[in-house]
């Protein structure tokens, strides 16, 4: 990867981050009355896939979507303002910070039910099989989702008719609180989907090179036509499950596995790699995070000042045409 | 040959005098059939998929021939997974397809309610009309010959309290025609509700491609006493009925819905407005389905046209028994129609 190619993975894994630190700060404030679930700590898998995908190559993200959706190259300012549930935001206000979408990056949508894009996403990369328009679709979930009857039924499907579909699975070692070892009889998530016949990786997954290197491959084993492929990537779900808490300790989960993912931190660790081989300074990364911060105070302010929706509206798009 | 041929082909020819005189008469299946192959022909953007689509019988014949016609990737079988097919359907919509889902039971929908309810009518207002989903599922129902419990149900009444889905339900060869094409056409997703024992009925049907919008009904007999509202299959025992009663000087008007979702009110205004007398009858379980819902709507814009009190002739709320004599017991026909109408008339 060029130093170019390593400062734009570095700066928008920063500017989830921060995005996501914001977002936690505000929420105190009630004003974004929509439940979040954050993704601090995961930055490197969105970055490290959404940088082998092309504008119009589809996504299918999870309720936990904001880093994908920024990865992607998503609207920031009509993302928060949908989390202020306004008008301007990338749903209208009708989906909140569980369903984003920005098609004009391909994003067609997220959904909260837990395996609920996993079908949808396979029905894309259906659709692009049979146009033949090229594109490759990257379906994201977590490791609860592979408990679902859709994770199996697609990727047998996906498997039968080699679709151009990319599977991601953000295994963060929790569904809400429950722990992958209390669900599953076996660890390796990746061997599930291998048994349908579909070429399958365990990787880090906070290691956003090795995630960029996974996909890469991937996406141009997809876009030749030779069928899915699936990237089980590790990870650590800092926060709770859904809004802002700090579960750690009280009878979630352990102070020791927590403090020993959060040595891993995807973004600490890719910055100190990028100084130790002179692609970054103090001053620029500095410079980035001052950029950073200024797009966000903007997309605040775009959010709250933005009117919300009237009540006249609330059967519109209940059908389409 | 499949059961259900079996007592299909037992069942006597019934005509049903439709909305068009071609002069070309045709039965519901190969009405289906038709309309399904132009639309193909029409249009690149349409597929078919299904368990079992391709298969010598080709669900009860209505998708015979047309893969070996249009090819393995717009006709195909798929793996036994109707959850994930619907989702597969609905993905594919919003990438700008048009498929056609196809249950060969109506019972296998209920197995794929999480992303037909929860996602593909959903999608278009969780993201403001920015990925539509023009998605239409067939679904086929019978009754009789021992099918039971998880072989026979029409459970179109649950879903009618799905947001943003529609709900076609043909009882006409020239509207299981008109109404395919109109739900193909439609942007959203549609359920298109077929009955087996409604599969051998003829009727005309011109040739061209036609489209029939849903929401409207029609009135398949004119009456002055007593309006019957019936859907799917039992518009024919409606039909039957209105003959038997007009054996006893009662004049019955049949109003046949065609869609359930949108309903057409107005329709059924009017005729009460002639009438004052209202039996509807539906092919579900009697309780919060079609008919509950018809009957909610009167009562709300049409109680002071009301001069008896609304009869409901449906299945009762009763898992479908398989022994013939509880079946009977089980299904209403025409003469349920036409004991209920007269009980109802002397209220």
């Known amino acids: 990867m060029d130093h170019q190619s390593l400062l734009e993975c570095y700066k928008t894994m920063l500017k989830i981050r921060m995005v996501e630190q914001r977002i936690a700060e505000e929420y105190k404030y009630d004003e974004m009355k929509t439940p979040i679930h954050l993704s601090i700590g995961q930055e490197a898998i969105a970055v490290g896939v959404c940088r082998n995908l092309k504008p119009d190559d589809y996504l299918f993200v999870t309720h936990r979507s904001h880093a994908q959706y920024l990865a992607k190259g998503g609207d920031l300012n009509k993302m928060i303002a949908e989390l202020y549930l306004r008008k301007t935001g990338c749903s209208s206000g009708r989906g909140g910070s569980m369903h984003l979408i920005d098609t004009t990056v391909g994003m067609m949508g997220s959904s909260a039910i837990v395996g609920g894009d996993i079908p949808l996403g396979t029905g894309a990369a259906l659709a692009s099989k049979l146009k033949g328009d090229g594109r490759v679709t990257a379906v994201f979930f977590g490791d609860g989702a592979v408990d679902e009857g859709t994770f199996h039924e697609s990727l047998n499907f996906a498997a039968l008719k080699k679709l151009p579909v990319l599977y991601i699975c953000e295994n963060n070692y929790y569904a809400i609180n429950s722990t992958v070892f209390q669900r599953h009889a076996r660890e390796d998530i990746f061997r599930w989907a291998e048994s349908y016949g579909i070429p399958s990786f365990q990787i880090d997954g906070n290691d956003v090179l090795k995630v960029s290197e996974a996909a890469e491959k991937a996406v141009e084993r997809c876009r030749r036509g030779e069928g899915p492929v699936f990237l089980e990537c590790l990870t650590y779900r800092w926060k709770g499950h859904i809004g802002t808490v700090d579960d750690v300790g009280n009878g979630y989960r352990p102070k020791e596995e927590y403090d020993y993912w959060l040595s891993k931190c995807p973004i600490h660790w890719f910055g100190e790699y990028l100084r130790s081989i002179g692609v970054l300074t103090d001053e620029l990364d500095q410079g980035i995070r001052d950029e950073i911060a200024k797009q966000i105070e903007e997309a605040f302010a775009f959010a709250k000042n933005s009117p919300k929706p009237s009540p006249e509206e609330l059967m519109d798009h209940v059908y389409a045409g | ?347």
């Open chain 2, 1 to 347: 040959m499949p059961w259900t041929t079996v007592q299909v082909e037992k069942l006597g020819e019934f005509f049903i005098r439709g909305n068009s005189d071609s002069g070309r008469i045709l039965s519901y299946k190969d009405a289906l059939h038709e309309a399904t192959d132009q639309a193909l022909a029409r249009d690149p953007r349409v597929f078919l998929l299904g368990e079992g689509i391709d298969d010598p019988a080709g669900v009860f014949g209505t998708t015979k021939g047309l893969q070996e016609k249009y090819g393995k990737d717009r006709v195909f079988d798929t793996p036994i997974c109707e959850n994930s097919l619907t989702g597969f359907a609905a993905g594919a919509a919003m990438a700008g397809l048009r498929p056609i889902l196809i249950h060969s039971r109506m019972d296998f929908l209920i197995l794929s309610l999480d992303q037909l309810a929860n996602h593909a009518c959903k999608w278009n207002y969780m993201f403001a009309g920015k990925v539509p989903i023009p998605l239409v599922i067939r679904t086929v129902s019978a009754r009789g010959w021992g099918s039971g419990a998880q072989h026979s149900q029409c459970v179109q009444g649950m879903l009618m309290s799905v947001p943003g889905l529609k709900i076609a339900a043909p009882a006409t060869p020239y509207d299981a025609k008109g109404l395919l094409i109109g739900s193909i056409m439609d942007d959203n997703p549609v359920l298109f509700v077929e009955h087996r024992w409604l599969y051998k009925t003829t009727g005309d049907v011109p040739e061209p491609l036609y489209s029939i919008p849903l929401g409207k009904g029609a009135i398949r007999r004119p009456g002055t006493d007593l309006t019957i509202v019936a859907v799917s299959y039992m518009v024919v025992e409606a039909m039957k009925a209105a003959e038997k009663l007009a054996a006893q000087n009662i004049s019955a008007e049949v109003v046949d819905l065609r869609s359930i979702k949108p309903i057409d009110e107005a329709i059924i205004l009017g005729s009460l407005a002639k009438t004052g007398a209202l039996l509807v009858t539906d092919t579900g379980n009697i309780t919060g389905g079609v008919a509950s819902e018809v009957a909610a709507m009167v009562s709300e814009k049409g109680f002071s046209l009301l001069k008896h009190p609304i009869a409901r002739v449906c299945c009762p709320d009763c898992p479908t028994p398989a022994s013939d004599i509880l079946e009977k017991a089980y299904y209403p026909d025409s003469d349920t129609i036409c004991a209920r109408a007269l009980e109802m008339l002397k209220q």
